[in-house]
């Protein structure tokens, strides 16, 4: 049984910084490469960040890179999104994914950034 289970969301003000977890079960994170996305308010999901199976390499979207890291703790099994700098264009539901199996999907994390 696959779970990908997101946390860390809330509510934070212009320049804060939050550090969202997924918890994953039934993949060994180490095996694939993992990927956060979010999901604004009328607005598609968009992928903000992933990293390979090794852990050896990033990608960041544009609008996050510099501000953002993703990095995944193998004896937890655990994915995390450290965020800082936080605008309030990053105000979105935020997901973790497998890229090796891309149809399982938690039920996300609200990151709210707002005065």
């Known amino acids: 049984q696959v779970q990908l289970v997101e946390s860390g969301g809330d509510l934070v003000m212009p320049g804060g910084s939050l550090r969202l977890s997924c918890a994953v079960s039934?993949?060994?994170?180490?095996?694939?490469?993992m990927s956060w996305y979010r999901q604004a308010p009328g607005k598609q999901r968009e992928l903000v960040a992933q990293?390979?199976?090794?852990?050896?390499?990033?990608y960041y979207s544009d609008s996050v890179k510099g501000r953002f890291s993703i990095s995944k703790d193998l004896a937890q099994n655990t994915v995390f999104l450290q965020m800082n700098s936080l605008k309030a264009e990053d105000t979105a539901v935020y997901y973790c994914?497998?890229?090796?199996?891309?149809?399982?999907w938690g039920q996300g994390t609200q990151v709210t950034v707002s005065s």
């Open positions: 990293i390979s199976s090794g852990g050896g390499n990033t």
């Open positions: 039934g993949i060994i994170v180490s095996d694939s490469a």
């Open positions: 994914n497998s890229v090796r199996h891309p149809a399982y």
